[in-house]
T-cell receptor, first 112, second 112 residues
Framework: GDSVTQMEGPVTLSEEAFLTINCTYT??????LFWYVQYPGEGLQLLLK?????DKGSNKGFEATYRKETTSFHLEKGSVQVSDSAVYFC???????????FGRGTSLIVHP | EADIYQTPRYLVIGTGKKITLECSQTMGHDKMYWYQQDPGMELHLIHY???????EKGDLSSESTVSRIRTEHFPLTLESARPSHTSQYLC???????????FGDGTRLSIL
């Protein structure tokens, strides 16, 4: 079956540091890939997505590239802010399925 | 801006009570989902629906039930609450296969 593996957290960074959160997947066919963010006390919200190989999703300074050859979708940001402190979830949807597969989530803590 | 609404946001209640968690969406989405989110952040799918009069159990065994009488409404019911039901419950909806999910802000449930 499908699976998503994220790096374990928490990831602790100082403000303006570079962020990478690793995500690799196993899926049949050509899945769509997503990153969601969950701020404290809220539900998940879509951060970015990519639907085919070599697509780059981007939003709010975050980027992730769909790498079919390495089955990866790593999340990056060049300069994090305290307001980026949240939990980040990598997810996929295999073709034809309405049920997504989520990673376990990675907590990011950014210090001033 | 949330187009999917969950009530109540917080509920503290005694063992044995019947509880209904409400979820409504204004986007006309056919697909709706209920997740249980544990303190370690991981999401567990407990119920989903492909449309009116369609409901299915998810991966995580749950003592709850759901109904889908109207497209916009997907309530979850616990007939007799127990302390093991203490958790956060997230409702979500989506459109097509490659589309992301939209999440509500969740209900944090505590059973005493």
């Amino acid at each position: 079956g499908d699976s998503v593996t994220q790096m374990e957290g928490p990831v602790t960074l100082s403000e303006e540091a570079f962020l990478t959160i690793n995500c690799t997947y196993t899926a049949t066919g050509y899945p769509s890939l997503f990153w969601y963010v969950q701020y404290p006390g809220e539900g998940l919200q879509l951060l970015l997505k990519a639907t085919k190989a070599d697509d780059k999703g981007s939003n709010k300074g975050f980027e992730a590239t769909y790498r079919k050859e390495t089955t990866s979708f790593h999340l990056e940001k060049g300069s994090v802010q305290v307001s980026d402190s949240a939990v980040y979830f990598c997810a996929l949807r295999s073709g034809g399925s309405y049920i997504p597969t989520f990673g376990r989530g990675t907590s990011l803590i950014v210090h001033p | 801006e949330a187009d999917i609404y969950q009530t109540p946001r917080y509920l503290v209640i005694g063992t044995g009570k019947k509880i209904t968690l409400e979820c409504s969406q204004t986007m006309g989405h056919d697909k709706m989902y209920w997740y249980q989110q544990d303190p370690g952040m991981e999401l567990h799918l407990i119920h989903y629906s492909y449309g009116v009069n369609s409901t299915e159990k998810g991966d995580l065994s749950s003592e709850s039930t759901v109904s889908r009488i109207r497209t916009e409404h997907f309530p979850l019911t616990l007939e007799s609450a127990r302390p093991s039901h203490t958790s956060q419950y997230l409702c979500a909806s989506s459109e097509g296969v490659n589309q992301p999910q939209h999440f509500g802000d969740g209900t944090r449930l505590s059973i005493l």
